[in-house]
């Protein structure tokens, strides 16, 4: 049970800077992030809100992992539930100031993604399952061999095209963003010994089966 509790406190831990490097990159100021210009152009077009689009292209994202036979854990849930609820907080308060220069937004964006790569790294870890997104990353990697950075380079570089087709708000920022992501993992990742194609991410049944474990 205690190590139940600390994978618990590492997963909460990683979803929360996770919603803290998103906040960053929106204060950066120059532009919006590649998956968001992708739920925009979307929403736009739908008449459903980014925040509903979030959560749709969540599940069709879940639904193409599991297909391409990646594992879902609680985690997949928590991610798109809780990484929006810890954003919205983080907003709430209002503690990071927007950035009023390219220069400051640059640099502003960049502490983002590596934070958010950071985040990665402890919530993948916890080893019960990734995010829709990141579960995207990994299936994609062992299917083509490629590194988590290069993986994530190609998926967020996808979203930014699909979303500026469908008319989302693409900026400097975006693009920035979108190559950056890869870089930043790359880095992390490498100096953390982690690579996240080799995690066995638990099943939901699993994890259900440790906590309630059958009297049989």
């Known amino acids: 049970m205690h190590n139940f509790l600390s994978r618990i406190m590492r997963l909460f831990f990683g979803l929360f800077i ?23 152009g979307v929403a736009s077009i739908s008449g459903f809100t980014i925040g509903q689009i979030s959560i749709i292209t969540g599940f069709f994202i879940c639904a193409a992992v599991y297909l391409m036979g990646e594992k879902l854990g609680i985690a997949t849930v928590l991610n798109m539930a809780f990484i929006g609820i810890f954003m919205d907080i983080i907003l709430a308060a209002d503690f990071i100031p927007r950035m009023d220069s390219f220069i400051s937004g640059f640099l502003m964006l960049f502490l983002g993604l590596f934070t958010i790569a950071a985040a990665s790294y402890f919530y993948m870890s916890s080893s019960f399952g990734a995010g829709p997104r990141d579960s995207l990353m990994v299936a994609l990697e062992k299917k083509t061999g490629l590194t988590s950075g290069i993986c994530k380079a190609i998926i967020e570089g996808s979203a930014v095209l699909a979303g500026w087709m469908l008319g989302g708000p693409v900026g400097l920022g975006t693009v920035i963003a979108a190559f950056g992501i890869g870089f930043c993992i790359e880095i992390v990742f490498r100096l953390l010994k982690f690579e996240p194609s080799k995690i066995e991410h638990e099943t939901f049944n699993k994890t259900f089966s440790k906590l309630y474990p059958s009297k049989n």
């Open 18 to 40: 996770y919603s803290f490097g998103i906040v960053l990159t929106i204060k950066a100021d120059i532009g919006f992030a590649p998956w968001e210009v992708f739920h925009k």
